[in-house]
């Protein structure tokens, strides 16, 4: 295992995956500033009801944005 080494191509991949996390995380931030929240526990707080009242359509929508 020490002596395997991480292919060019998957070297590029991790750093494509590792950029899309970086720009989730600046939007995730960018909400949290617009509205003031400190925490996760309170983004939970207003997902969780949202998701639980339109599952089916907020589920599709946030499937079609992911895809």
Do not use: H, N, W, Y
């Not at 949290?32 to 339109?54: G, N, Q, T, W, Y």
């Amino acid at each position: 295992m020490a002596d395997e080494r991480i292919a060019r191509e998957d070297i590029i991949r991790i750093a494509e995956g590792l950029k899309l996390i970086e720009e989730g995380v600046e939007k995730i931030q960018t909400v949290m500033r617009e509205k003031k929240m400190k925490s996760i526990k309170e983004i939970a707080a207003e997902l969780i009801p949202v998701f639980k009242s339109d599952d089916e359509s907020l589920s599709d929508s946030v499937i079609e944005r992911l895809g």
